[in-house]
């Protein structure tokens, strides 16, 4: 099975349409104000629209209200909803209930025990993703170029699919699959020419890199 590559933090055209064309599995809208990568639900439903198909567009919340959630989902086609907040399994369960959509929970990692989790979430979330803790008073839950250690995954069994994120990029995301045993990874940071600014090179960079060819 080829890598799965999720490219997160798609605010532009030449970012969208760069993800599509190098083949991304998913692209991902950050719905969260706070975040320099954060997208308007209009702007996202446009660059959705470039592309017939394509990429699973995952919309990516911090501890959603259902409102928000709802609000969003009227306006953009989302096929998969990331959970990257403090939401509990039942809360993922009910989002999950209510929308009638895949979730992805994103899991903060820094040592084995982090990894107790993903028991409480594998029956209610159909992915996870496995992320760096963010930096203690930082301003995001996520997207901050830091890594794990990847070597925390090896040999885990995780009973759904998941993607390894934290400070990968083009030139770390092949060691970094190997050395986790990854079935797939996410980027933000790593594709960035600037704080929140996608670079199209480094896109097809990261995807080229993760697939090895
Ligand atoms: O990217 C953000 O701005 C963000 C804000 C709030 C919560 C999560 C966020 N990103 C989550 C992602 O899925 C990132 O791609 C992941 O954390 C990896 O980021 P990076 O280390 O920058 O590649």
Known sequence: ?????????????????????????????????PSPRAVAPGDAAALSARHAGGPVRVGLFVDPTDDALAAILAEVPLGLIQLHGEETPARAAAIRARFGLPVMKALGIA???????????APVVDRFLFDAK?????????????????QLMAGRTIPKPWLLAGGLTPANV?????????PGV?????????????????????IV?????
Request: glycine share 12%; proline share 9%.
């Open 134 to 150: 963010p930096p203690p008073g930082g301003p995001l839950p996520g997207g901050n170029a830091q890594s794990f250690e990847w």
């Open 111 to 121: 040592a084995p025990e982090d990894l107790a989790a993903v028991d409480d979430f």
């Open 209 to 213: 890199s993760a697939r090895g060819r």
């Open 1 to 33: 099975m080829p890598v799965e590559v999720k490219i997160c933090g798609i605010r532009d055209a030449g970012a969208m349409d760069a993800a599509v064309a190098a083949g991304a599995d998913f692209v991902g809208f950050v719905f969260f104000p």
């Open 186 to 206: 996410d980027v933000s940071s790593g594709v960035e020419r600037a704080r929140g600014v996608k670079d199209p090179g480094l896109i097809r960079d990261f």
């Open 174 to 182: 092949a060691e970094a699959i190997r050395t986790a045993r990854a």
